[in-house]
């Protein structure tokens, strides 16, 4: 049997409400190229992997522990026998064809390519980034990211709509929640780095396919829908803490430890004053919902501010995952 065009990965976890939905439309989004569609199960408990089993459209892997986004691609990864390999959360709908996305990272001097994200209802999900300097991680917590006549040395993130209307050929990084890149290209480069559990890997992959020479490519004109958060008030604080860690690794492996150290100050002092700020809302909210909410961010951003602390003081970017 000939190898397939496109290998597809989804990395599951605890994602049975959502899997039936992105199964049937990723099937559905190549008509020129042809897929296979691999599922890694990184140790479920909420029904998925009976389900999974009851898929003769897909290559199954089933985890016996959570191996993380990073380390559930890079296993399942190992078993693509496509050109390209597509990185595609569980949490996703294909609304359209994915071939001009395939197009795009088969361009020899394109390493990495991503996609216009929404998210359910529609709206605009940034997927597009700028370079993770310490400075720009620092400020970017500020909560002036999304403030569109903030300078972008305050985003670690693209914000602006029309941005995404137009295609771009050379960005510093996409979204893992859809990514296309040549498999020749992630064996150069040894696939996501493991280090990295979660979150900010995408970045360090964009970052890597840059020193190769090669670009980062946006595509305007193919759409996924991406439910991240589903809702929810705020991320939660153990997003926080996965996020503030894979920054400071990002930082010690690109830009060194010292900087790193910086990074863990700046950090430990913003996530006080935002704790400090969620106490304060807390005090004042007339709402049961509400307050309880202020106080689990306020619990959430004092154990990161704590954290960071730690690792500035020990000049460590290893925090709990």
Not at 232 to 257: I, P
């Amino acid at each position: 049997m000939n190898p397939p065009d496109v290998s597809v990965v989804i990395v599951n976890y605890n994602g049975l409400r959502f899997l039936p939905e992105c199964l049937d439309t990723v099937r559905a989004a190549f008509v020129r190229h042809s897929v296979e569609v691999i599922v890694i199960d990184n140790a479920s408990v909420d029904g998925s992997q009976a389900f999974l089993r009851t898929r003769p459209d897909i290559r199954y892997i089933e985890s016996t522990e959570n191996l993380g986004f990073t380390g559930g691609n890079n296993r399942a990864a190992r078993e693509a026998r496509g050109q390209v390999l597509l990185l595609l959360n569980n949490d996703t709908r294909c609304d359209g064809n994915l071939d001009g996305l395939v197009d795009e990272a088969l361009q020899p001097e394109v390493g990495v390519a991503g996609c216009h994200l929404v998210y359910g209802d529609g709206r605009l999900q940034f997927s597009v980034g700028f370079e993770h300097t310490p400075v720009r991680i620092a400020l970017s917590w500020l909560g002036l990211e999304k403030q569109w006549r903030t300078p972008d040395v305050f985003r670690r993130v693209q914000t602006r709509p029309g941005f995404y209307a137009l295609s771009n050929p050379s960005v510093d990084w996409v979204s893992g929640a859809c990514l296309a890149t040549r498999r020749e290209v992630w064996e150069r480069l040894g696939g996501l780095d493991d280090a990295f559990f979660m979150y900010c890997e995408d970045v360090d992959y964009g970052r890597r396919v840059r020193q190769l020479g090669l670009r980062a490519s946006y595509r305007a004109d193919v759409t996924v829908t991406h439910y991240e958060g589903a809702g929810k008030a705020w991320a939660g604080r153990a997003t926080v803490l996965r996020t503030l860690r894979s920054y400071l690794l990002f930082v010690t492996k690109h830009f060194g430890r010292g900087a790193a150290s910086r990074l863990a100050l700046s950090l430990g002092l913003v996530f006080s004053a935002k704790a400090l700020a969620h106490a304060g809302r807390a005090v004042v909210s007339g709402n049961p919902e509400r307050r309880a909410l202020q106080r689990d961010k306020r619990n959430g951003y004092f154990q990161a501010a704590r954290q960071s602390f730690a690792a500035w003081w020990k000049q460590t970017p290893v925090v709990a995952r």
